[in-house]
């Protein structure tokens, strides 16, 4: 998978500008992503039915998309091992975790826990050499990493702390980090975002239902009130656009941009969670904050230039 490039090898700047704009919506849906998966416990709806049948909705969504664009994804060597590992790491493991742990230490901490795969992207990228090294950009990756370690620094010393859901929360990033990675050094030439989309959600709904059917868990909805099935409904639409934005932002802006698509989730997501659920506001969030925005935008203004 290559980034369009000038003859100087940096991003045009519509590209560039294509990109923060997939990089605002996508992380926007990624922060009402966490907070909706705190409603759906509320009304008794268990993480992994509720994650299941969203995910099966978004598919659905994005199918119909796609055969209406005459764009399906594609059956193929690559493309049947590309739809399960991003499927896995990006899609079905980490949200599972993440949707897990939100009873436990609330969506907002959540939302703010999905700011950390940047580093470890951006590490990764230099090691595989799908990036050259670039101080803003650096600078920029470390700035949001701050920001999201001020804010979980402050989580774990709170007196009434869950360490272990805390602990298990964090090694979704390391999923989704290696999911960036993953989709672009395996991305199967010539597919398009659009249609490779619908075929990670259809893997990911599969791997969700397997699940499902190990003792001790279930899919089952509960049917004596709407609200479960609202919910389901928004989430689905929310997945949809939210994936689709990330294999977007994914071929325009390589896997370290798309990295922070946490970190402008937890903006998004974390007043949120104060603001219309009532949860306590996280402290530190104010310089929190302003690491992850100045992060944010010293990503997008650094020119992203890629090896031949």
Known sequence: MHSSKTRTGALPKHTRLAAFIYLVTGGALLGLSTNLAKLAGEAQLSPLAFLFWSIAGAALILLVVAALRSNLPPVTGRTLEYYPVSAFVGVAGSNLIFFSAIPHIGAGFVALVITLPPLLTYVGALILKLERFQMMRAVGVMSALAGAVTLAAHKLSAPDADYVWILLALTGPVLLAIGNLYRTLRWPAGVSGEALAPGMLVAAAALLFSVGLLPGFSLEVPTEQRLPLLLIAIQSAVF?????????????????????LGSVGAVVGVPVAILLQGETAPEGLLPGAMLIGTGIALLNIGKARKLP
């Open 240 to 260: 949809a656009g939210q994936f689709l934005l990330l294999f977007l932002l994914q071929k325009t802006g390589g896997p370290v941009l798309l990295s922070l």
